[in-house]
């Protein structure tokens, strides 16, 4: 899996919405919401900088690193 982000999590735990980060952080609904639900491949470091801000947070608190299994790994290389 590599890189989770837990971007809902901390959304949650600051009790702030989707819309109002968006604002915030001046990034579109569309592009936060990919992050929030993971599915995000690559985030700009000024994008993460600007949500650990509004959010004050730290980027640990937003990105977690989890190892692959072995059989995730298996099932890459089919």
Known sequence: MGIIIN???VMAQKKIGLTELSKEVDITLANLSILKN???K????STLNAIC???NC???DI?????ENVEEK???KE
Do not use: M, S, T, W
């Open 7 to 9: 971007l809902d999590v």
């Open 38 to 40: 993971n599915k995000a």
């Open 42 to 45: 690559a985030i700009r470091f």
């Open 53 to 55: 801000k509004a959010l």
């Open 58 to 60: 730290q980027p640990g």
């Open 63 to 67: 990105l977690q690193y989890v190892e």
């Open 74 to 76: 298996e099932e890459v």
